[in-house]
């Protein structure tokens, strides 16, 4: 990252943490190496996403742990508060990571990072609406007015294929093609009748914007039993929302990457990018050892944000002192280092010009401070006001720069 691009990223970091905090959330940090069996024997990653991580042996001599650079910012999190779990109820925890995926065309970048925050402990619908709700707060005070939200739920989707009548391992096989996009997938399938077929077609092609739209589609016919219980919890949430003037569109097939979500899940796009996605998923932490115990969170995604935000800069310049000496002999430098040093201690970013180089056009400050030799003094430069003084001691510059 370039320096402006730094400067966002630090925007954005910072406007995210106030945030978080806010909400009462604390931050953690977690491995960028972690196990590669978080990921895979507890089938939290789709296929297609752990074909694009970066696994390899962590060789000690004699055995070895196969590792991986971690893809996903929220199950390290999970195995966190696995491994810590006697000292929270419920968590609320944050954090700013980087994320690696193998991108075969070069064409993106595979060191990615993240903003997330999950909280654990909780199974009550306006806990998924918190996660939403904080998301969208950071969001908005980003600067960002257009950001939609699509709204699915993992628990219908899977009630669903349950009812194909399918084996567990071709149940997996269909949810991680629909998971990845493929909805073309169910009619390949052809263990179930014309007439389910075009009611689960009809349900996951379905699109609507409030909860009265969900509560509709437990009235369409042959609607299977153990969908109805994943549609009163879906119906819930949107309630909340809709309560909360959050607006959002329903999309069932919306989900996409990963297996581990249980139930509500969304996506935030803003200005046709996708810049975050969360949801729950009630079975992460005792897929990784720990007890039985609900969760959900969210992620926003800081390279597309990077391009859109614009962050809204103070008056830097007010405090910036440009500090140069006439000539590179020690007693005028020594001058200059010392009163840049002053300035510095009273809250002021001083620059030192180097002798013989002219100030970058494009930096921004109000103060110049010329040390000369004659003896040493200091002339004061308010470019603001196009004023000049002169003083012969560092007090007496600092004086100045704080009265003028």
């Not at 065309?105 to 595979?110: I, K, L």
């Not at 109805?228 to 919890?233: K, R």
Request: a negative charge; glycine letters at 10%; hydrophobic letters at 40%.
């Amino acid at each position: 990252m370039l320096p402006e691009d730094v400067e966002v990223f630090r925007y954005i970091e910072d406007v995210f943490r106030r945030s978080c905090m806010g909400w009462g959330y604390q931050e953690v940090r977690t491995p960028t190496l972690e196990y590669l069996h978080l990921f895979t024997a507890a089938g939290t990653l789709t296929p297609n996403m752990l074909s694009r991580v970066y696994s390899f042996l962590d060789w000690d001599g004699w055995s070895g742990e196969r590792v991986v650079l971690r893809p996903d910012g929220t199950i390290p999190v999970a195995r966190l508060y696995v491994e810590n779990a006697s000292r929270w109820g419920m968590a609320r925890l944050f954090y700013v990571t980087n994320v690696f995926v193998f991108e075969a065309t070069g064409a993106e970048s595979r060191e990615r990072w993240q903003c997330g925050a999950e909280l654990i402990g909780s199974g009550q619908p306006s806990a998924d609406v918190e996660t939403i709700a904080l998301a969208i707060e950071v969001l908005r005070n980003l600067g960002l007015r257009d950001v939609k939200i699509q709204l699915s739920h993992a628990g219908v989707l899977g009630a669903l294929l349950k009812g194909l009548g399918l084996s567990t391992d071709d149940e997996t096989r269909l949810l991680d093609r629909i998971l990845d996009g493929d909805i073309e997938a169910l009619q390949k399938i052809e263990s179930f009748s014309s007439s389910h077929h075009e009611f689960l077609l009809r349900i996951l092609n379905s699109r609507g914007t409030r909860a009265a739209f969900i509560k509709n589609l437990r009235s369409l016919p042959q609607l299977p039993e153990n969908v109805s219980s994943a549609l009163d919890d879906f119906a819930g949430i949107a309630e909340l929302l809709d309560a909360l003037g959050i607006g959002y569109q329903i999309d069932v097939t919306s989900v996409r990457g990963f297996e581990y979500y249980t139930g509500v899940c969304f996506q935030f796009l803003s200005q046709g990018k996708k810049i975050g996605s969360g949801g729950r998923y009630n079975n992460l932490i005792p897929l990784l050892g720990g007890k039985d115990t609900p969760a959900c969170g969210f992620a926003l995604y800081m390279d597309p944000l990077m391009n859109i935000v614009v962050p809204v800069k103070k008056r830097d310049n007010e405090r910036r002192v440009i500090v140069k000496c006439e000539q590179e002999i020690p007693g005028i430098v020594k001058a200059g280092f010392k009163v840049a040093e002053a300035l510095r201690t009273q809250g002021y970013t001083a620059e030192l010009s180097i002798f013989g180089t002219e100030v970058a056009s494009e930096v921004a400050y109000r103060w110049l401070v010329i040390v000369r030799d004659e003896p040493v003094s200091f002339v004061i430069v308010d470019k603001e006001r196009k004023q000049e003084k002169k003083t012969d001691s560092v007090e007496g510059a600092i004086d100045i720069i704080g009265g003028m």
